[in-house]
């Protein structure tokens, strides 16, 4: 599994295309594995990035190819960026659509760019954060830019410890 994460944090920043993201894809540096969740570095022209990852354990519907999908918490402190959640699928979503996050009895709404979705009110990233810490499980569902709507479910254990371990990221 600790091998895993860190091809998968690679394949997901690769994934991206974008050049910058590629080169830190090669250089993260897997920090530590908790549970489900790694946690990697790496060196952004002179800032220091880091994050937790992990990848979907189901895709819904079976029947379509879904690729590599992954969750992912940021800390970037050159930037002013505290536990940043960030969706990232291998396929484009559908422009307008709003990916939500569901975790027990909360949701939180997502605002998409391309193969990326963010928390839509940036007031509720401390709010997910803590729901991600007490949950057992978080459920993404999204629709892809063909229209076909998708949903994926994370687990969470390990979260709450690979959150910690990149606390003092500077």
Known sequence: MRGLIAILAGVALAATGSAALAQSAKSAVKVSVHGDWGTYAYTESTNKVCYVLSQAKEMQPKTLDHGNIYFTVSQ????????????????????????????????????????????????????????????????VSAKSKRGNPTSYVFSLQGISAALDSIATCK
């Open 76 to 139: 970037k402190p050159s930037k002013n960026v505290q536990y940043e959640p960030q969706f990232i699928t291998s396929y484009d979503m559908q422009e307008n659509s709003k990916p939500v996050v569901q975790i027990g009895d909360k949701s939180f709404e997502m605002f998409i760019r391309g193969n990326y979705a963010w928390v839509a009110n940036a007031s509720e990233e401390p709010i997910l954060i803590a729901a991600m810490k007490a949950g057992h499980s978080m459920k």
